[in-house]
Each structure stands twice: as C-alpha cells, then as structure tokens.
C-alpha cells in the first residue's frame, strides 16, 4: 500500500474560526501496535472551542490538528496488530487529531461500532457518551427513581446524559434556552430557562433538592448547583465555561474551582462534589483502556437498540472545519456538531 495523503485542519494559534487553515501531507505507513483509520466523522467538542482560544487545561503548544475523538474504517494496520481489524468500522478518543481525512491511532485504543450504528450517529456518543456515562454512572451513582439536575441539556453532552438518564428511569431537571425547551421536552426533560431564576425554577420542581448535578458551566453559579442538592446529593462539574473568555492563565479557572470543590468536601455537609476529567486514570493504561471500552460499548450498544437516539445539529465537511467551529460557538444547536469526510473529488 502507498502511503496515504491525508488532509488535516490545523489551529495555528489563538484564532477565530476563520483563522483554521487546511493542509495536506503524507502519512507514513501505521508504525508496530498502529492502525491507519480512515475518517468518517468527527465532531466539534467544547475542548476544541477552548482550545482555538489557548484556554483549555492541558493542550498541546500551537500549531496542532484538533479532534478530540473519531469515528472511521481501518484502512491499514502496522506490525503486531490483527489483520481482521482492516475494514471495521471503529471509534477512538483521540484528544487532538481528530479533524483529519486518516490518522494513526494505537489499534489498543479503537472500540468497535456496532454494525447498525452509522459513522454520524457513533460519533455524537463518543467523548459525549464516555463523558455522560462515567458521570452519571461512576461520579454520580445515580439510580432509578432519582432526581438530577442537567445545565446545558441541550448540548452535546447535556443531551446525551439526558438521554442515558431517563433510559435507567432517572427523572431530570435540564436548563437551556426558551427556544431550546421543546426539544429538551422531547428528550425526557423537565426544561427549565437558564436565563431566569435557575434556583427557584428548580426548587418549584424538586423541593427537596435534587440528587445530582451535572455542571459544565462553572464561575459563581457553581454555588447555586451545590446549594440545590438534596441531603446526599453530589455535584459533578466537569467545565468552566463561564470562564471561557476570561484574559490570563487559563489553568486558573479550573485550580480556583478545584478548590472549591475540595472546601466542599470537607464541611460537614452530607452533600458531595467532584471534578470529572474523562482523562482521569491514564496512567494505568490497561485499567483506563479497559473502562473507556466498556463504558462505550455499553452507550453504542443502547444507540444502536434505539434507546439512545443521535442530537446531530449538521453535518459539516472537514474542509469547512470552520464553518463547524463557528456554528457550534452559537449556542444555537441542539446536539452535536458532526464533522464528516469531505466529498470524493
């Protein structure tokens, strides 16, 4: 096989949108223990809208290829890993990499697709399945018969925990917009509008509290999502974008929240907080592997039997990376933003 020339999207630096830059360059063939994946989709996270702004945790330094996750067909494999993988259809967390035509990935880290499951609708489950099922499930222990509370349930994430949430019979409290309410209504939420009075809309429909809250927002409405938990309950924050657009050190958001979160913690309170990072555990790499695998192959499992059903907001293709970028900064969708393989020449 000759080496592949794959087209990558690049983020240069701290840029608007606009200000991504296409680019092309051969591959060399999969190294020992790789596969050469072909992209189908990808997506637009909140991780890469941070990192256009040179404000995520811990990105890489500029000029790199983002792509948190991929979802694409192995076009080849190097020494070491099974032949019978060409072919398949795969999904892997990739972090950064992901807005390319093909990439090498460590054949250790792909998970299967279910062959019903197509590449567009895989993909919205990918860092947001992994995300809302270790949270809701793992973080949370949330169980049925229980109350939760989702900020931004209209998102890609939101949309998915929503989602995860009612299949194990959970009830859900989901804030977004007035013009988002109906289609988080018709995802099992109880929709409450973000720019009124949070509390007190939560409060009017759990009085007791809530059991859990999913929090991606951060800044000081954190202390109003510790407040609305019932005796019990647990905060999971996973974000700070209210801090987004802040000036300085973009790791002194999250260390500020951290120690809010650890305060918490230690008043007697009978309440509990914690900060989810879907990276958490890396170190041990087969124990992290084995979990990423199995808790996404328990999401696309329940996508592909119909109780999870795909919030794709469009369909964009790699060379309109921007275009994608900008769309999902509006706060205008519901769902995610899918990235898909730009059209045959």
């Given at each position: ?6 087209t ?59 792509g ?29 990499g992901?807005?390319s035509s ?36 793992r ?36 804030t ?14 109880l ?67 951290f120690?809010?979160?650890?305060w ?14 879907i ?54 969708v ?12």
């Amino acid at each position: 096989m000759s080496n592949i020339i794959a087209t990558e999207v690049v983020l240069p630096g701290r840029v608007e949108p606009e200000g991504l830059t296409v680019t092309t360059r051969e591959l060399p063939q999969p190294g020992p223990g790789e596969a050469l994946v072909r992209m189908e989709a990808t997506g637009v996270s909140f991780a890469e809208q941070q990192m256009r702004r040179g404000k995520y945790y811990d990105q890489p330094a500029f000029p790199f290829v983002p792509g948190y996750d991929v979802v694409g067909m192995v076009a080849a494999v190097g020494a070491g890993v099974d032949p019978a993988l060409i072919g398949r259809r795969v999904a892997a967390l990739t972090k950064i990499g992901g807005w390319s035509s093909h990439l090498a990935v460590p054949a250790d880290d792909l998970v299967p697709v279910p062959e019903g499951l197509a590449a567009d609708a895989a993909e919205t489950f990918v860092v947001n399945g992994i995300t809302a099922w270790q949270m809701l499930h793992r973080k949370a222990k949330a169980r049925a018969g229980q109350t939760i509370l989702v900020h931004g349930a209209n998102g890609g994430v939101g949309s998915t925990l929503v989602q995860l949430a009612r299949a194990a019979g959970i009830r859900v409290i989901g804030t977004a917009s007035a013009r988002n309410a109906d289609a988080v209504a018709e995802l099992g939420a109880l929709p409450v509008d973000y720019r009124g009075d949070v509390a007190a809309q939560v409060r009017a429909l759990a009085p007791g509290g809530v059991d859990a809250v999913f929090d991606h927002v951060g800044g000081p409405g954190i202390v109003d999502s510790f407040a609305l938990l019932a005796p019990g309950g647990t905060l999971v924050s996973y974000g700070s974008a209210a801090t987004k657009d802040e000036e300085g050190n973009s790791r002194l958001p999250v260390l500020k929240l951290f120690a809010r979160l650890l305060w918490w913690n230690a008043l007697p309170n009978n309440r509990s907080a914690s900060f989810y990072n879907i990276w958490a555990g890396r170190r041990r790499r087969s124990r992290f592997r084995s979990r990423l695998a199995t808790d996404l192959g328990a999401v696309l499992d329940l996508a592909e039997r119909g109780a999870l059903h795909p919030q794709i907001a469009a369909r964009i293709p790699l060379r309109e990376a921007a275009r994608a970028l900008t769309l999902a900064e509006s706060g205008t969708v519901t769902g995610k933003v899918v990235i898909v393989a730009d059209p045959e020449s």
